[in-house]
């Protein structure tokens, strides 16, 4: 028998090591959160557990919309590697690595008012609100290092340096477990100790990264293309295609925190019910994010090398995988919903009346799990804008209408049919835009050209006339910098 793959899909195994990679490594921070969370349940006082949940939900909304960091890192750097272009690998993570420390700074002088606008509007009592601040502002100071790591991570998965990526998570977030430990249980530190073990952790895991940087890029090379760095129009369109994935991503998110606030509003029952099935879909998300990483980083080289017979191939083998995964997370839960949400809660008239929405599943899973492997293409072709429409329209006409229905008719179901709709509208613009894709990927697409091609098509960043000015005519745009 004759096991070797057709020469389009020679890519699989490298898919399938990248999608392991980030899967593991994504897995690991909320199995250590997990272990904050258990920590925290023991001690006498319930306040620093509510706390640091309520603070944690909005330090994790916030790192959500900012992981554009890492978005908008690893599918540029693929495609500078598919190019053989050295200094353009360099290049993505300076300027990324110093938006991340400019990003992580402000927000530490900003930590006092973000505080306030956080937590003040919040109907909480006051003990908890002071562990749910303690919490914050001990974690806010990891702020730099989580964004360096954002960018780390990013440009080492689009390199493709699987192991280092793992080693970097299980580093920062065994370090995690273990001051938890050491700050909640023995020290007493309380919340303000789980925010301190996760500012530290990031900060070992930071330097293990840099560890690994520097060993694979010299400081001559640093200093070589240091000038590169802030060429107008490169370092624009940077920002450009980083703003692009933010809206995105915002985007993306307040429709489930819409979804959840709106549920809390329908009873302590219907919000536990659907707090159960959101913890199926987080579950499938980590899962079916980690392939979509692997999808972002073969799209990037592949575009590098202006190679669109193996982007069709890629796109195949990434969808075909991720309706499978979704499958599977949307199918157990419908099949067997007494034995899965009794693992989760022991409260009958939440497991009896769970089944009813369980079915909502197929819908969020199976469309959101397409969108996933979608959203890891276009990041690899690095064309934030497209992500960023996509975001905007699923909003405007699938989500917002429907949701304004559910809220006049306090229905649970038109809730849960808001957010499927979204993902759902989402995935077809997305879906809609790929043909095009392969007639723009040509040899010598480069990460500069990428990203003027990138700040072309949106409102956010320099005027299409001003490029000819920025480019003489009768030099290649590969060899701009």
């Given amino acids: ?13 490298r898919y ?67 190019r053989n272009d050295r200094d353009g690998v360099i290049l993505v993570a300076l300027r990324n690595g110093l938006i991340a420390v400019l990003l992580g700074i402000t927000i530490i002088l900003l930590q006092y008012p973000l505080g306030q606008l956080g937590f003040g509007f919040l109907d909480i009592p006051p003990e908890v609100k002071d562990s749910a601040l303690a919490y914050f502002h001990a974690q806010i100071w990891g702020a730099p290092a989580i964004f360096m790591n954002f960018v780390l991570i990013g440009w080492f998965l689009g390199r493709e340096q699987n192991s280092i990526v793992i080693l970097f998570s299980f580093i920062g977030n065994g370090t995690k477990i273990a ?3 050491l700050l909640i249980v023995r020290l007493g530190w309380e919340s303000a100790g789980a925010g301190t073990s996760y500012a530290t952790s990031q900060y070992l895991a930071l330097s293990i990264g840099l560890f690994f940087f520097f060993r694979q890029v010299k400081l001559e090379e640093i200093i070589k293309v240091l000038g590169k ?69 073969l799209a990037g080289n592949f575009t590098g090398k202006g ?49 009813s929405y369980a079915p909502w599943l197929i819908m969020l899973l199976g469309f959101g799990s397409i969108g996933c492997m979608l959203e890891g293409y276009f990041l690899g072709l690095a064309k934030g804008n497209t992500l960023r429409n996509a975001s905007l329209i699923g909003m405007a006409i699938a989500f917002a209408p429907i949701d304004l229905t559910a809220l006049r008719l306090e229905s649970n179901h038109f809730l849960w049919l808001s957010v499927c709709s979204f993902l759902t509208v ?3 613009v997305l879906a809609i835009q790929i043909p095009a894709t392969f007639t723009e990927v040509h040899v010598g697409h480069g990460v500069e050209a990428a990203l003027l091609e990138e700040s072309t098509n949106s409102p956010l960043s ?20």
């Fill in 1 to 13: 028998m004759n096991l070797t793959l057709p020469s389009q899909y020679d890519f699989v195994p």
């Fill in 179 to 181: 001051l938890d430990y």
């Fill in 16 to 82: 399938f090591r990248l999608a392991l990679a980030n899967v593991l490594s994504n897995i690991m921070l909320p199995l250590a959160n997990l272990v904050s969370i258990i920590f925290l349940g023991h001690l006498s006082e319930l306040q620093h557990l509510a706390g640091v949940a309520i603070a944690g939900n909005v330090l994790n909304f916030l790192y959500m919309v900012l992981i554009f960091l890492r978005m908008g890192t690893t599918g540029v750097t693929a495609q500078a590697v598919g």
């Fill in 229 to 297: 760095v802030w060429n107008l129009a490169a370092f624009k369109s940077t920002i450009t295609l980083n703003s692009n994935i933010l809206v995105s991503n915002l985007f993306t998110l307040l429709p489930f925190a819409l979804f959840n606030f709106q549920g809390a509003s329908m009873g302590t029952v219907i919000y536990s019910q659907n707090a159960l099935l959101l913890q199926i879909f987080a579950l499938s998300y980590y899962f079916t994010e980690g392939l979509g990483f692997g999808t972002e980083t």
């Fill in 307 to 355: 190679d669109s017979e193996q982007l069709k191939s890629l796109l195949f083998v990434s969808v075909g995988t991720s309706i499978v995964a979704g499958s599977i997370f949307a199918g157990v839960p419908n099949l067997f919903p007494k034995s899965v949400f009794g693992l989760m809660t022991n409260h009958d008239e939440v497991i009896e009346q769970i089944a």
């Fill in 462 to 481: 320099i005027n299409e006339q001003s490029i000819p000015q920025m480019i003489p005519e009768k030099v290649e745009i590969s060899q701009i910098e």
């Fill in 426 to 428: 989402r995935m077809l």
